[in-house]
């Protein structure tokens, strides 16, 4: 399904494009992870645009690649948002000083970040880890019942 540049969407078509469902994205909004319907009259259709749909598909990459919990999906996204607007205020050509203020502010989120995937990694490191132990138990057995 592709939809028409500028073209809202609903609920129902974002949840088949994203590969979730309506609950999920609804729980995504009430996390804070996707725009909230707050501007929504009650009783209205939740629609959505391409810049919504784009950041859900990178939320559930997010999530599925690193097996994050909801709390460190929105900690993780909350970091990415800080360094967006970080860059923001990078672009309205501030005074060296304050670009070095926006620097420091903007390496501290990365670091918070990239600890969260440097602990997702160490995760999957240790249980590679297991699997090789494993296996190399099997074809120890193997190898023993083979004589």
């Not at 939740?46 to 994050?68: F, H, P, S, W």
Request: proline residues 1%; hydrophobic residues 40%; contains cysteine.
């Amino acid at each position: 399904m592709s939809a028409v540049p500028g073209t809202a969407l609903r609920i129902g078509e974002v949840a088949l494009r994203c590969g979730v469902t309506t609950r999920t994205i609804r729980y995504y909004e009430e996390l804070g992870l996707l725009g909230s319907g707050s501007g929504r009259e009650k009783g209205a259709h939740r629609l959505y645009e391409e810049a919504d749909v784009a950041r859900l598909q990178e939320l559930i990459r997010l999530r599925d690649l690193l097996g994050l919990t909801l709390d460190e999906l929105v900690e993780l996204a909350e970091a990415e948002e800080a360094r967006a607007a970080l860059r923001g205020r990078w672009h309205e050509d501030p005074s060296d000083e304050e670009r070095v203020r926006i620097l420091d502010e903007a390496i501290v989120h990365a670091k918070r970040q990239l600890a969260l995937v440097r602990s997702r990694q160490r995760n999957l490191e240790e249980f590679a880890g297991e699997l090789e132990a494993k296996l190399a138990r099997m074809r120890r057995r193997k190898r023993e019942l083979n004589r």
